[in-house]
């Protein structure tokens, strides 16, 4: 079983920063993706950011130029920096990783989350 668990949400005010992280963990044999997610309250989730186990990396146009995701491979670790916050950035953030278990298996779980709100 393969878990994902996020942290580093919180209250910030306009123009600040947060930092999030989420690790996987379980038995993975490798990873070849992770990303986050952020939704609101009646609305689906939608990518914030993502990137590949080697460095490919694909942005929302809202947080292009704010925002900058890395993966730590060694870690199993994925984070997710967010600069000049604005209010339209609150919402709950979710972790995903797409993860090879072995023998030609694959999981994607979600991790619970981790609430931003940036204030005005």
């Known amino acids: 079983q393969v878990q994902v668990a996020e942290t580093g949400g919180g209250l910030v005010q306009a123009g600040g920063s947060l930092r999030l992280s989420c690790a996987a963990s379980?038995?993975?044999?490798?990873?070849?993706?992770m990303g986050w997610y952020r939704q609101t309250s009646g609305n689906e989730r939608g990518l914030v950011a993502e990137t590949t186990s080697d460095g490919r990396t694909v942005y929302a146009d809202s947080v292009k130029g704010r925002f900058t995701i890395s993966m730590d491979n060694g870690k199993n670790t994925v984070y997710l920096q967010m600069n000049s916050l604005k209010p339209e950035d609150t919402g709950r953030y979710f972790c995903?990783?797409?993860?090879?278990?072995?023998?030609?298996?694959?999981?994607?779980?979600w991790g619970r989350g981790t609430q931003v709100t940036v204030s005005s």
């Open positions: 379980g038995h993975i044999a490798s990873i070849n993706a």
């Open positions: 995903n990783a797409d993860v090879n278990l072995g023998g030609g298996l694959k999981v994607k779980p």
